[in-house]
Each structure stands twice: as structure tokens, then as C-alpha cells.
């Protein structure tokens, strides 16, 4: 009985050989271009050459027609530039519009790089797709291949299969007529009669690269959708991790057992002891005893406001001519700092160089705000001004009697540390172009107090001439 269920199986996985189509060998392309011209006429449709190289005028031989893939590529550029023109459309006018300078939401111009990108990328997807889907690729097995003859396709000979498949085809006839093509050989080629099945060894080596594909993809998942205490796996170190100590944390380095190490008694590091020149780094002849007004924190102006709208809303029955004139309000900052010894004399030396220096820190750090000419009107002081938001105090003009009598010191401070709206630039500036901002200072000061009439004609020709 089991010798009978074998052999069942057996007789059931071995189908019976089907003719799938004749095959004629010839060993000259001119040959095989007269032969394919004559098969062309003869009314065959399924059939085809196989040559070692590419031969020119075979498609014409054969009748083949124009390919599509063209109308394909054109299709998938198309649909990649509507795709992009459309999502930069949505994406900028219509879910998250942002105006920027009162440029467009949506310009055409500047959608163009994107549009032809991905213009290419779909053109290039359908190109690539498009001909594989065509010539029915990949296809990795024929039964062709099985022929001991066709095996010299790729060296020195060239092949006409004619498909069984063909309205036209017919074993005895076809053969004939292939015969009168005075082909080298020609033979028949059959369907394989051996289990379309995978071998198990295969099978089971497929199957366990899927299920760690997906265990792999469900890992990533988890990850993602969970937190952990453990920084995330970093395939690529770069520099992300060094081997440097973290703060506040212990070490076996040191025998204290800690990481940040104490500042040596006696010492100072290099380039922070400022009290061996105190006019250059702090803009006094010397400390005070009192050194907390050297560094001062921006003054509260909330707190003068307040006040100064106190006093405007205060009700009075008295007539304005009756009113009794306001006691002028003194900053008790402002006074303590008019005491303090400023320099008046600049602690660096004063070149052409540090001039031009300081032109160049000024129109980055101050034009901005004090205007290129000093006079408080710069873009962003001038648009403050438009809004009318009640919270832009304007600048003081440079030229003002008050700034100019102001020592060289006490500017060096208020950029050190600020000054009413106006915030410290101490962090940014270093004090080297402090400096040079207040000499560039001095000289546009000074050329609003020189009547053009007093200079002299030499002075005019190298002012006009200095860039």
C-alpha cells in the first residue's frame, strides 16, 4: 500500500513534457537578419533572436515595433512634478502658510528645484521599472537553457526561437519552414518534467531570513514607541561620546575621588587676572573700595515707568498753570556711577587700525539700533518706532551734549554692562573692540562739531579719499 501512495506522488510531481517551441542555430548575423526578414513575412508573431552582441538592423528585421517606454517615463515625470508643485502648494499655503518679508506663500520660481527633483527621480523610477516590467524581467530560469547548443549564444553563434505558442505554429510545419531558412541545426525544446517545488533546504533558509526581518522590524517599532533610561545605540560614534569626564560626578583619577578639580590656591588662569590693568579691562584709574558698582546689572526700567506713569495719572484739582513743577527724579545708579574715576584717556594705542576696527565692530554690534551715523535712527530702532507698541524706548543720539561730555570709561561700561533697553554686549565684544567701538565713537562725534569752512584743503582731499 505504500509503495502504491509513492508512486502516486511520484507520477504527480513528474508532469508529461510539453512542446514549448523550436529552436534554429545559425553562425553568421547577416544569416540570421534574412532569416528573422523572411519569418517577419512568413506571419509569426511569438517568436525571437538571440545574438551574442547587439546587431544593428534586427528590430527592423523582425518588425518590431516602437516601445512604449518613453510614453511611460514622460507619465512618471509628469506625475512627479504635479506631486511636487502640489504638496509645496499645501505645505506652504494652505497648512503652515508663513510670511517671510512679504515674499509669497506660494511661488512658482522657488518651487522649481524641488518640482524638477522629483520630476527626475519618478521619471527615472518609471525608466527603470518600466523596462523591466516590458521584457517581463527578472526572469532568472528558461527552458532554453537546457539546450547544449544554445549555450554558444553568448560566444559565437545566433538563435531564432519560435514560440509553440503562436496562432501560426504547428510542429511539422514550422520546422519545415524553418529548415528552408538553412539554419545549422534546429531542435525542439521542451517543458521541464521535474517538481516546480522549492528544495526544502531552501525553503526553510527563506523562511528563517524572513522571520528575522520581521522580528528586526518589530524591534524598531518597540524602541520607538518606548522610553528607556539608556542613551540610544549609536552606530556611527563621530565624536557624540569622548572619553572626557562628566560634571559632578566622581572618578578613580583623582585620589579625592573628584571629577572637577579645585582652583589651586595662589593661582589665577592664564589671561583672567584684569586688576594688573584696570583702566583697560574695567575703564577706571583704579578700583574702589566699594567694587560692586563696577559691574551693574541693567537698570529697571519697569520699575521707572511705573513710576513715571504714577506721577502722570495722579489726579489734581488744580489748573496747569497752578501746578507745581515735578522734582526732577535722580537715578541713584546713574549718580553713583558719575562719581566713579573714569578713564578719560584711552589705555590702548590709538591707530588706524583700531579705527578702522572699530568701524567695522560698530556697524555690526550698533548701527542696527544707534543708525550708521549715531543718531538713534537705525532699522531696528526706525521699525520699533512704526509699530507705536508703547514698549521701544529710541536710542539716545550720540551727539547730544550729554553723551559727549561722557568720559571714555563710562561708555566702555555701559557696552560692558548695558545700559536701560540697550543689553551688555561684555559676552560678545571682547574688550580690545570695545575700545576701538568707542574710538570710531569719538570720531563720528567729533565730525558733527567741525565746520567744513575751518578744515583745510589738504584735510578735505584726504577725507574725500579715505575709503
Given at each position: 500500500?505504500?509503495?502504491?501512495?509513492?508512486?502516486?506522488?511520484?507520477?504527480?510531481?513528474?508532469?508529461?513534457?510539453?512542446?514549448?517551441?523550436?529552436?534554429?542555430?545559425?553562425?553568421?548575423?547577416?544569416?540570421?537578419?534574412?532569416?528573422?526578414?523572411?519569418?517577419?513575412?512568413?506571419?509569426?508573431?511569438?517568436?525571437?533572436?538571440?545574438?551574442?552582441?547587439?546587431?544593428?538592423?534586427?528590430?527592423?528585421?523582425?518588425?518590431?515595433?516602437?516601445?512604449?517606454?518613453?510614453?511611460?517615463?514622460?507619465?512618471?515625470?509628469?506625475?512627479?512634478?504635479?506631486?511636487?508643485?502640489?504638496?509645496?502648494?499645501?505645505?506652504?499655503?494652505?497648512?503652515?502658510?508663513?510670511?517671510?518679508?512679504?515674499?509669497?506663500?506660494?511661488?512658482?520660481?522657488?518651487?522649481?528645484?524641488?518640482?524638477?527633483?522629483?520630476?527626475?527621480?519618478?521619471?527615472?523610477?518609471?525608466?527603470?521599472?518600466?523596462?523591466?516590467?516590458?521584457?517581463?524581467?527578472?526572469?532568472?530560469?528558461?527552458?532554453?537553457?537546457?539546450?547544449?547548443?544554445?549555450?554558444?549564444?553568448?560566444?559565437?553563434?545566433?538563435?531564432?526561437?519560435?514560440?509553440?505558442?503562436?496562432?501560426?505554429?504547428?510542429?511539422?510545419?514550422?520546422?519545415?519552414?524553418?529548415?528552408?531558412?538553412?539554419?545549422?541545426?534546429?531542435?525542439?525544446?521542451?517543458?521541464?518534467?521535474?517538481?516546480?517545488?522549492?528544495?526544502?533546504?531552501?525553503?526553510?533558509?527563506?523562511?528563517?531570513?524572513?522571520?528575522?526581518?520581521?522580528?528586526?522590524?518589530?524591534?524598531?517599532?518597540?524602541?520607538?514607541?518606548?522610553?528607556?533610561?539608556?542613551?540610544?545605540?549609536?552606530?556611527?560614534?563621530?565624536?557624540?561620546?569622548?572619553?572626557?569626564?562628566?560634571?559632578?560626578?566622581?572618578?578613580?583619577?583623582?585620589?579625592?575621588?573628584?571629577?572637577?578639580?579645585?582652583?589651586?590656591?595662589?593661582?589665577?588662569?592664564?589671561?583672567?587676572?584684569?586688576?594688573?590693568?584696570?583702566?583697560?579691562?574695567?575703564?577706571?584709574?583704579?578700583?574702589?573700595?566699594?567694587?560692586?558698582?563696577?559691574?551693574?546689572?541693567?537698570?529697571?526700567?519697569?520699575?521707572?515707568?511705573?513710576?513715571?506713569?504714577?506721577?502722570?495719572?495722579?489726579?489734581?484739582?488744580?489748573?496747569?498753570?497752578?501746578?507745581?513743577?515735578?522734582?526732577?527724579?535722580?537715578?541713584?545708579?546713574?549718580?553713583?556711577?558719575?562719581?566713579l574715576p573714569w578713564?578719560?584717556?584711552?589705555?590702548?594705542?590709538?591707530?588706524?587700525?583700531?579705527?578702522?576696527?572699530?568701524?567695522?565692530?560698530?556697524?555690526?554690534y550698533c548701527s542696527?539700533?544707534?543708525?550708521?551715523?549715531?543718531?538713534?535712527?537705525?532699522?531696528?530702532?526706525?521699525?520699533?518706532?512704526?509699530?507705536?507698541?508703547?514698549?521701544?524706548?529710541?536710542?539716545?543720539?550720540?551727539?547730544?551734549?550729554?553723551?559727549?561730555?561722557?568720559?571714555?570709561?563710562?561708555?566702555?561700561?555701559?557696552?560692558?554692562?548695558?545700559?536701560?533697553?540697550?543689553p551688555a554686549y561684555?559676552?560678545?565684544?571682547?574688550?580690545?573692540?570695545?575700545?576701538?567701538?568707542?574710538?570710531?565713537?569719538?570720531?563720528?562725534?567729533?565730525?558733527?562739531?567741525?565746520?567744513?569752512?575751518?578744515?583745510?584743503?589738504?584735510?578735505?582731499?584726504?577725507?574725500?579719499?579715505?575709503?
Amino acid at each position: 500500500m505504500a509503495t502504491t501512495i509513492e508512486q502516486h506522488e511520484e507520477t504527480k510531481a513528474k508532469a508529461e513534457p510539453e512542446l514549448l517551441g523550436l529552436l534554429a542555430e545559425f553562425d553568421d548575423p547577416d544569416e540570421l537578419i534574412e532569416a528573422s526578414m523572411k519569418v517577419r513575412d512568413a506571419g509569426y508573431r511569438k517568436w525571437d533572436t538571440h545574438t551574442p552582441f547587439p546587431l544593428h538592423g534586427i528590430d527592423e528585421a523582425m518588425g518590431i515595433k516602437w516601445t512604449i517606454l518613453p510614453w511611460i517615463v514622460a507619465g512618471c515625470g509628469l506625475t512627479g512634478g504635479t506631486i511636487a508643485v502640489g504638496m509645496q502648494y499645501f505645505m506652504n499655503a494652505v497648512d503652515y502658510p508663513f510670511l517671510i518679508s512679504g515674499k509669497p506663500l506660494f511661488s512658482i520660481p522657488a518651487s522649481i528645484p524641488i518640482t524638477f527633483e522629483l520630476s527626475v527621480l519618478l521619471a527615472a523610477f518609471g525608466a527603470f521599472f518600466g523596462m523591466l516590467g516590458l521584457n517581463q524581467l527578472p526572469k532568472l530560469y528558461n527552458p532554453i537553457f537546457k539546450s547544449d547548443a544554445f549555450r554558444r549564444v553568448t560566444n559565437d553563434r545566433f538563435f531564432i526561437s519560435m514560440d509553440a505558442k503562436d496562432a501560426k505554429f504547428s510542429e511539422i510545419d514550422t520546422g519545415e519552414f524553418l529548415k528552408s531558412l538553412k539554419p545549422i541545426h534546429v531542435e525542439e525544446f521542451w517543458s521541464d518534467t521535474e517538481s516546480a517545488k522549492l528544495p526544502r533546504s531552501l525553503t526553510l533558509g527563506l523562511s528563517l531570513v524572513g522571520v528575522v526581518m520581521l522580528l528586526s522590524v518589530g524591534l524598531v517599532a518597540y524602541l520607538r514607541t518606548t522610553t528607556s533610561p539608556n542613551p540610544r545605540i549609536h552606530i556611527i560614534q563621530d565624536m557624540d561620546f569622548q572619553p572626557s569626564l562628566k560634571a559632578q560626578n566622581t572618578t578613580n583619577l583623582f585620589p579625592d575621588g573628584r571629577e572637577i578639580r579645585p582652583n589651586i590656591k595662589g593661582t589665577i588662569p592664564r589671561g583672567q587676572f584684569k586688576d594688573d590693568n584696570i583702566p583697560f579691562y574695567y575703564g577706571l584709574k583704579y578700583l574702589p573700595e566699594d567694587q560692586d558698582v563696577v559691574v551693574i546689572a541693567l537698570q529697571d526700567e519697569k520699575k521707572a515707568d511705573d513710576k513715571k506713569a504714577t506721577d502722570k495719572k495722579a489726579p489734581t484739582d488744580k489748573t496747569p498753570a497752578e501746578k507745581p513743577a515735578a522734582p526732577a527724579v535722580v537715578d541713584p545708579i546713574a549718580a553713583k556711577l558719575d562719581k566713579l574715576p573714569w578713564v578719560t584717556e584711552f589705555p590702548v594705542p590709538v591707530t588706524e587700525k583700531l579705527m578702522a576696527r572699530g568701524k567695522e565692530r560698530y556697524r555690526i554690534y550698533c548701527s542696527a539700533c544707534h543708525g550708521l551715523g549715531g543718531e538713534g535712527d537705525g532699522l531696528v530702532s526706525l521699525r520699533a518706532m512704526e509699530l507705536l507698541q508703547g514698549t521701544w524706548v529710541k536710542p539716545a543720539s550720540y551727539h547730544t551734549a550729554n553723551v559727549r561730555k561722557l568720559p571714555i570709561g563710562r561708555l566702555y561700561h555701559s557696552i560692558t554692562n548695558g545700559v536701560r533697553k540697550m543689553p551688555a554686549y561684555g559676552s560678545q565684544v571682547p574688550p580690545e573692540d570695545r575700545w576701538a567701538i568707542i574710538l570710531y565713537l569719538k570720531a563720528l562725534q567729533k565730525s558733527h562739531q567741525i565746520d567744513a569752512n575751518t578744515i583745510s584743503e589738504a584735510e578735505k582731499r584726504k577725507l574725500r579719499d579715505t575709503k
